[in-house]
C-alpha cells in the first residue's frame, strides 16, 4: 500500500500553549493559526501571573486583538490568590481551567506551589463547576532525596494518584507527559484523567537536548524507551492522550547563551511548524493515521469543546526538501523555531472553513 500524499484534518486544537506577553506575543500569537491550529489552551505563567478572573480576560483581548480568528481557552494560575469564589466567578466568565506549577521547575514559576493540601477547598469548588486541573507534573529537585530533571516526573506520579482519588469527578490534564511511568499512571486512572503530549516529547530523547540549548525544556526529554511509550500511546489511538504543544518561544539570545549563574531558556517553540511536524513525527512511526484524533478529537473531546465557527478542514501534502525557517524578527532579537533548517515532510495545502 502506497503512503498517502494528502492527509485531512478538520478543528485542529493545541491544548498547551504559551502565547507570552508584549512584543514577544505580538509575534508568536499569530503562529497558531498560521501553524495549522484553531484553538489554543492558553497558560497563565506571565510575569506578573494570571491569577484572577479580570486578568484572564484582559489577555483574551488582547490575544483576540493580535488575531481574531482563534478560539482562546483562558485559564488561571494556581497561586493563594485563588479562592472558591474566584472559582465560581472564573467558570461564569468561561475560563476552562487552572494551571499547578511546581515552585521554581520551568519558566515564571517562582510563585508555584509547594503543597496542594492547602488547595483542597479551590479543588473541590472546581470539581463542582466543572473546571480543569492543569497539572505540571514535576517535583523540584532535591538532592536529599535524590531527585533531579531526569526523574522528577515520576516522583509526581502519587500526587497525580492523590488528587484523583480525593476528587473523582475533578478533570485532570497531566501535561506534557515524558515518561512510561506517566503514561501508565494514566491509563490506570478513572475517565477524569487525560494526558497531553507534545510534538517534541515524540521526536526526541536526552541526547537531543543534552548539550543543546535549542532543544531544551522543561521537562526534559528522557529515554529511549520513555519515547517509545509516548508513541506507542499515540498509535493505540488511546483516547486519554491528545496533542498540547508546549510550544514555548524565547528570544534567541536567552535560548542560545548561558552564564555561570543563568541557566538557558527552557522552552522550544513549535507553533509555527506544529501541525505539519506533528504529521512528520506521527509518520516516522507508524501513526499518521490516528492525526486526526491526536490533534482534535480527543482533546474537544474532553475538554467539551466542539469546532466553533472558525474551525477548518486542512488538507496537508506531502513535500520534499522543504526545511523549516530559522528565524522570526524580533526587535532587536529573534525567535528561533524547533527542527530549524531541518527537512520536514508535510506541508498546509488547502485550507476551507468547516460547513456548520
Not at 494528502?6 to 505580538?26: C, I, K, M, N, Y
Not at 509547594?114 to 463547576?129: G, L
Not at 526529554?221 to 510550544?247: C, T
Request: charged content about 20%; hydrophobic content about 40%.
Amino acid at each position: 500500500m502506497s503512503a498517502p500524499t494528502e492527509v485531512t484534518v478538520e478543528s485542529p486544537a493545541d491544548f498547551h500553549v504559551h502565547l507570552r506577553q508584549g512584543e514577544l506575543s505580538e509575534v508568536v500569537t499569530p503562529q497558531v493559526r498560521k501553524g495549522g491550529f484553531d484553538l489554543a489552551y492558553v497558560m497563565p505563567n506571565l510575569r506578573p501571573p494570571i491569577t484572577k478572573t479580570e486578568q484572564a480576560i484582559a489577555y483574551r483581548e488582547r490575544l483576540k486583538a493580535i488575531d481574531s480568528s482563534v478560539d482562546y481557552l483562558m485559564t488561571l494560575y494556581l497561586s493563594p490568590d485563588l479562592t472558591p469564589e474566584e472559582v465560581r466567578k472564573a467558570k461564569e466568565a468561561g475560563i476552562a481551567g487552572v494551571k499547578s506549577y511546581p515552585r521554581g521547575v520551568t519558566t515564571n514559576s517562582d510563585g508555584g506551589i509547594e503543597s496542594y493540601e492547602i488547595y483542597y477547598p479551590v479543588f473541590e469548588e472546581m470539581q463542582k463547576c466543572d473546571l480543569v486541573l492543569n497539572l505540571h507534573g514535576e517535583v523540584p529537585s532535591d538532592a536529599a532525596s535524590n531527585t533531579c530533571v531526569l526523574n522528577a516526573e515520576n516522583a509526581f506520579l502519587p500526587h497525580l494518584k492523590k488528587l484523583h482519588d480525593t476528587f473523582p469527578k475533578l478533570r485532570i490534564v497531566l501535561e506534557h507527559a515524558t515518561t512510561r511511568a506517566a503514561v501508565d499512571m494514566v491509563k490506570s486512572l478513572g475517565d477524569t484523567v487525560a494526558c497531553t503530549i507534545t510534538a517534541h516529547h515524540l521526536a526526541m530523547t536526552v541526547d537531543d537536548w543534552a548539550g543543546q540549548s535549542w532543544n531544551y525544556c522543561k521537562p526534559v526529554a528522557k529515554y529511549p524507551s520513555d519515547r517509545q511509550a509516548l508513541q506507542e500511546v499515540v498509535r493505540q489511538g488511546h483516547p486519554k492522550f491528545f496533542l498540547g504543544s508546549d510550544s514555548a518561544p524565547h528570544p534567541a539570545s536567552t535560548k542560545s547563551v548561558a552564564t555561570p549563574s543563568q541557566p538557558c531558556a527552557a522552552g522550544v517553540y513549535t507553533s509555527p511548524i506544529l501541525l505539519p511536524f506533528v504529521a512528520h513525527t506521527l509518520e516516522s512511526f507508524g501513526a499518521l493515521d490516528r492525526l486526526q484524533g491526536f490533534v482534535s478529537d480527543h482533546g474537544r473531546a474532553f475538554y467539551r469543546r466542539p469546532a466553533g465557527a472558525n474551525a477548518r478542514r486542512i488538507v496537508l501534502r506531502r513535500v520534499q526538501g522543504i526545511r523549516v525557517e530559522d528565524t522570526w524578527p524580533l526587535g532587536g532579537d529573534r525567535v528561533v523555531p524547533f527542527w530549524a533548517g531541518k527537512e520536514i515532510g508535510w506541508e498546509i495545502g488547502d485550507v476551507s472553513l468547516l460547513k456548520r
